[in-house]
Nanobody, 125 residues
Framework: QVQLVEAGGRLVQAGDSLRLSCAAS????????MGWFRQPPGKEREFVAA????????ELADSVKGRFTISRDNTKNTVWLQMNSLNPEDTGVYYC??????????????????WGQGTQVTVSS
């Protein structure tokens, strides 16, 4: 049974930083692509970032490049999303996701077969 458990979401002010974590279990972490998606209020879920665990190759959405970074720790089966210079448009529920059939990073939700419950990030202006 694959489990993804996110943590770290909370209310912050614009300009603040926040780090989200995702602890994965029940999968071969080293062979996965781990991703972060978010769902702003009233909008569809959107891709934020992903990392190919085997070699650390990242991919980031244009909207977060230069502000967010994604990293992983293979010894802890954990992936992090470091978010800097947050603005109100970053508000949403952030989901961790795993693509266990990946060779390349696919930045669309249907490629990821496992999902966490989500963690709320709210950025006030």
């Amino acid at each position: 049974q694959v489990q993804l458990v996110e943590a770290g979401g909370r209310l912050v002010q614009a300009g603040d930083s926040l780090r989200l974590s995702c602890a994965a279990s029940g999968l071969t972490f080293s062979r996965a692509v781990m991703g972060w998606f978010r769902q702003p209020p009233g909008k569809e879920r959107e891709f934020v970032a992903a990392v190919r665990v085997s070699d650390g190759t990242p991919e980031l959405a244009d909207s977060v490049k230069g502000r967010f970074t994604i990293s992983r720790d293979n010894t802890k089966n954990t992936v992090w999303l470091q978010m800097n210079s947050l603005n109100p448009e970053d508000t949403g529920v952030y989901y961790c996701a795993a693509d266990t059939n990946a060779i390349i990073i696919r930045s669309y939700a249907r490629a990821f077969e496992w999902w966490g419950q989500g963690t709320q990030v709210t950025v006030s202006s």
